[in-house]
Each structure stands twice: as structure tokens, then as C-alpha cells.
């Protein structure tokens, strides 16, 4: 299995989320755990560069908001 490599870029109003395959099944996972039972609107996860994301990442926050 290869590593998750996720990357963001954001710039004029447009965030850009590439990643490798195994990068995208961690973001899936990471979005059907917010939309699991038992958690509540609000909660959110936080993936920062250099830990989550690959270095020079923008920050990005996923956040459960049920009523939208």
C-alpha cells in the first residue's frame, strides 16, 4: 500500500485538493466518519501541512454542519 500523499492549494477564491489514490481513500474516510452516527454539527478535523498534508499545504478543516 502507498503512502497518502494529500495536497491543497488554495488561490483566487478556488481550493485545489490532489491527492494519490490512497490519499483520496484517507479523505473518504476521514468525511464518513463526520457523517457517522453519533456526531454532532460542529465537529470538525483539522489537517495541517507537514503532519496530514504535504509541506507547502494550505490548512484545510472539515467540519460536520447539519444545517445547512
Same mark, same amino acid.
Request: proline share 3%; no cysteine.
Given at each position: 500500500?502507498?503512502? #497518502?500523499? *494529500? ?15 490512497? /490519499?483520496?481513500?484517507? =479523505? ?8 457517522? #452516527?453519533? *456526531? ?15 509541506? /507547502?499545504?494550505?490548512? =484545510? ?8
Amino acid at each position: 500500500m502507498d503512502e #497518502p500523499l *494529500i495536497k491543497v492549494q488554495s488561490s483566487a477564491g478556488e481550493t485545489l485538493i490532489k491527492a494519490n489514490a490512497e /490519499g483520496l481513500r484517507v =479523505l473518504a474516510e476521514r468525511l464518513l466518519e463526520l457523517a457517522g #452516527p453519533g *456526531i454532532r454539527s460542529g465537529h470538525h478535523l483539522h489537517l495541517d501541512a507537514g503532519v496530514d498534508l504535504e509541506d /507547502g499545504s494550505s490548512s =484545510l478543516v472539515l467540519e460536520r454542519a447539519d444545517s445547512l
